[in-house]
């Protein structure tokens, strides 16, 4: 499995952190793990300490939710996270969230031109709307909606529209389906709410462009047979009873990320994709 967003680097100390890797390594294929910076007195120092901390596992990689911190674009090259989110929910020198007003910035626009520059991936999980649209006119590589749900199902401005939705795709990019519950469903939310998030994507927009970011350690409010990796299968499960076969299932756990990857990185795999 491939999860594009997991925030136990936030919540769990270094000791904690390793026994979540080692015990959910047997699960994972690929893990991208963001920093969460908007509450942290010393993100750069977090930031350093908990690449550190991953470095020995080939299958975890950082990124950065919320850059607001960043006074010089060049601790990033430092760092090399796999992706950043421009800001949170909130307002920043570079862009607004979801629940606040306003668009991309100036230094927005020039911290998005030094990250492709430098292969490290823009995410819009957390944009406003206009944030998000003033991103699309300017970048010129894919970009990742790490985390997210979609609006006709949740009508909230935390989750993606149609139109958003067809904007990654054109740009060939990716979007992680989570597991928040007050975002995927009303009411009691299961595994079954996750799989029919995953089957409105696929019946609107196909399977190519959707993974998985479950928000894992990112919040509490989790379907109630899917509170850790060893749940997936309950997903998985739902999804079979929707009719979903077993190669289909795993380009949304596994494949799509990779194809995406390689279409950034190597040539030859573009026609994969």
Known sequence: MIDLHNDFLTKLNKSESINYIEQNKKYLDCLLCPVFTTELKNPEKTIKNAKNLIN???FCHICIEDVGFLNNFSFLL?????????TWNNKNKF??????????TYQGKLLIKFCEENNILIDVAHLNFKSFLD??????????????GFRDIVNDKRNITKSQIKDIIDVKGIIGVYFVGKYISKG????????????????NFGLKNLA????????DDLPFDVKNYNDISNIKYA??????????????FDINFKLFSYYLNIDK???LW
Do not use: W
Not at 135 to 148: A, D, N, Q, R
Not at 188 to 203: E, G, K
């Open 78 to 86: 430092k760092v090399k996270p796999r992706y950043i989110s421009l």
């Open 135 to 148: 991103v699309m006119e300017i970048i010129e590589k894919p970009i990742i909606c790490s985390h997210t």
């Open 188 to 203: 009691i939310t299961s595994s079954l709410d996750v799989a029919n998030n995953i089957n409105y994507f696929v019946q």
């Open 269 to 271: 795999f573009a026609n």
């Open 95 to 104: 862009a607004s969230g979801a629940y606040s007003k306003g668009g991309l």
């Open 56 to 58: 020995k596992y080939d």
């Open 212 to 219: 998985i970011g479950s928000d894992f350690y990112g919040t």
């Open 239 to 252: 999804l079979h009873n929707l009719g979903y076969a077993e190669k289909d299932i795993s380009k949304i």
